[in-house]
C-alpha cells in the first residue's frame, strides 16, 4: 500500500505567486482531510471532504485558500495570492468513513511551503 | 481558542524511565481521544486512543489515562526508548462534529540513551 501520496515534498514562492498542493488518498478511503501545521497553533483542519463532497470548509483561513476534490483519488489546495504567514507544513490525510465512532486517520508526508 | 492544549512543548527524559505527557481540553462535547506521533519530515501516524465511556487504554508500552472531571488526558511510555524521540500530538473528536479531529500544539519528547 502506498499510504497519502503528496506532491510537492517543498515548495518555495514569492509572494502574490500561486500555489497548488496535491494529495492522492489511500485507495478506498473516502474522506479526505486537509491539514495545516505551525509552531504556534500545532495542528489545524482546513477542511475536509467525505465521497468527494466538502462537508466542513469552517478551518480555511480566507478567501485566497481554496480546495477541490474532482474525483476519489485526488484533491488540491490552492493559495492564490500566496503570503508569508501562509509559510508551513501542508498535511493531506485520508480515512474509510464507517458508522463507527472513530476512524482512523492516516497522514500524508506533507507539504513544506515556504512564500518568500 | 485552543480547544486542546498541550502546555509543555518539549520533554526531556532518560531511557528506560517513564515518559508522561499531558494533554487538557475545554470542549465537554469531545468523546474520543487519540494520540498521535510524528517524526521529523514524516507525518503524523496514529499511537493509541481511548473513548470517553472509559479511564484507561493501554498498547504494550503507551497507557493512555482519561479524566473526564479535569478535561484531562495523559499518555505514559514506559520504558521509554531512543526511539519514541518524536513530536507527540494529543487529538480530539466530538460525534457531533462528524470525522473533524481538534489537536494540540504538540509535545516534543527526547528520549536520551
Known amino acids: 500500500d502506498a499510504g497519502v501520496i503528496q506532491s510537492p515534498r517543498h515548495e518555495v514562492t514569492e509572494m502574490g505567486q500561486e500555489v497548488t498542493l496535491r494529495c492522492k488518498p489511500i485507495s478506498g478511503h473516502n474522506s479526505l482531510f486537509w491539514y495545516r501545521q505551525t509552531m504556534m497553533r500545532g495542528l489545524e483542519l482546513l477542511i475536509y471532504?467525505?465521497?468527494?463532497?466538502?462537508?466542513?470548509d469552517s478551518g480555511m483561513p480566507e478567501d485566497r485558500f481554496s480546495a477541490k476534490m474532482p474525483n476519489a483519488s485526488f484533491s488540491t489546495l490552492k493559495i492564490q495570492p500566496s503570503e508569508p504567514r501562509d509559510s508551513a507544513v501542508y498535511f493531506c490525510?485520508?480515512?474509510?468513513?464507517?458508522?463507527?465512532?472513530?476512524?482512523?486517520?492516516?497522514f500524508g508526508p506533507g507539504t513544506r511551503l515556504t512564500v518568500l | 481558542d485552543q480547544q486542546v492544549k498541550q502546555n509543555s512543548p518539549s520533554l526531556s527524559v532518560q531511557e528506560g524511565r517513564i515518559s508522561i505527557l499531558n494533554c487538557d481540553y475545554t470542549?465537554?462535547?469531545?468523546?474520543?481521544f487519540l494520540w498521535y506521533k510524528k517524526y521529523p519530515a514524516e507525518g503524523p501516524t496514529f499511537l493509541i486512543s481511548?473513548?470517553?465511556?472509559?479511564d484507561k487504554n493501554e498498547d504494550g508500552r503507551f497507557t493512555v489515562f482519561l479524566n473526564k472531571s479535569a478535561k484531562h488526558l495523559s499518555l505514559h511510555i514506559v520504558p521509554s526508548q531512543p526511539g519514541d524521540s518524536a513530536v507527540y500530538f494529543c487529538a480530539a473528536s466530538a460525534r457531533s462534529s462528524g470525522d473533524k479531529l481538534t489537536f494540540g500544539t504538540g509535545t516534543r519528547l527526547a528520549v536520551r540513551p
Open positions: 471532504f467525505n465521497n468527494n463532497v466538502p462537508i466542513d
Open positions: 470542549n465537554s462535547m469531545f468523546d474520543y
Open positions: 490525510a485520508s480515512s474509510h468513513r464507517t458508522t463507527s465512532s472513530y476512524n482512523e486517520q492516516f
Open positions: 481511548i473513548s470517553s465511556i472509559k
